[in-house]
């Protein structure tokens, strides 16, 4: 009874939103974290001090803080551009039936195309629209501008750098914040293009 109980949660629900300072303490106090802070204190001989505050840092740098009240009034400014720019926006209602109870599931990854900014607000706004917690989104570290870098990282956007090398730690927190997102069950919208499309067409 319990497992059909929590079917049913969360085919409706979606996963239990949590605070960016519970993610944080699941990243940063995981084994895989700690282990590439001792691998770096033994090979640079930096204090272990000094690398959780780095680490720290790095999460902050990365990690969404999702909040369903920034989602709302987002939406309603979104509703409003969306009348003066679209003659509307059409979806399938099937297509969001199907997302939901495969979100039941497990973790959902959406890879859509990638031609401009409105794409990941759009998808955000219709999975709003239709009762699903929105997607956490992950974005370049060119979007964390004020202020439009808070008001992203509270409607689910988590942000990476454009490259890992030489960042053992920034990849090892990286890489468990991801960890973290799919093991507690949101969903993730990637696009795979990297940036957008110059030309308005769909790219490789």
Do not use: C
Not at 33 to 43: F, G, S, T
Not at 130 to 143: A, D, Q, R, T, Y
């Amino acid at each position: 009874l319990m497992e059909i109980y929590n079917y049913e949660k969360r085919s409706i629900l979606g996963p239990q939103i949590k605070t960016q300072q519970e993610m944080m303490e699941k990243v940063l106090y995981h084994k895989n974290v700690l282990d590439v802070i001792q691998q770096e204190m033994n090979q640079k001989g930096v204090s272990e001090k000094k690398l959780r505050k780095k680490a720290y840092g790095y999460f902050r740098e990365i990690a969404a803080d999702f909040s369903i009240v920034y989602i709302r009034f987002f939406k309603a400014a979104n509703d409003y551009i969306f009348k003066k720019i679209f003659d509307g926006i059409h979806f399938d209602i099937e297509d969001f039936k199907r997302i939901r109870e495969a979100s039941s599931r497990g973790p959902i990854i959406l890879v859509p195309s990638h031609k401009s900014h409105m794409d990941y607000i759009i998808i955000s706004s219709m999975f709003y629209q239709n009762k699903l917690i929105p997607p956490h989104i992950l974005s370049g570290s060119n979007l964390t501008f004020f202020p439009m870098g808070k008001i992203f990282r509270r409607s689910g956007a988590f942000f990476m750098r454009r490259t890992f090398k030489g960042l053992n730690l920034y990849a090892a927190v990286f890489k468990q914040y991801i960890k973290s997102l799919v093991n507690e069950g949101y969903t993730i919208e990637v696009f795979i293009e990297g940036t957008r499309s110059r030309t308005g067409k769909v790219v490789q």
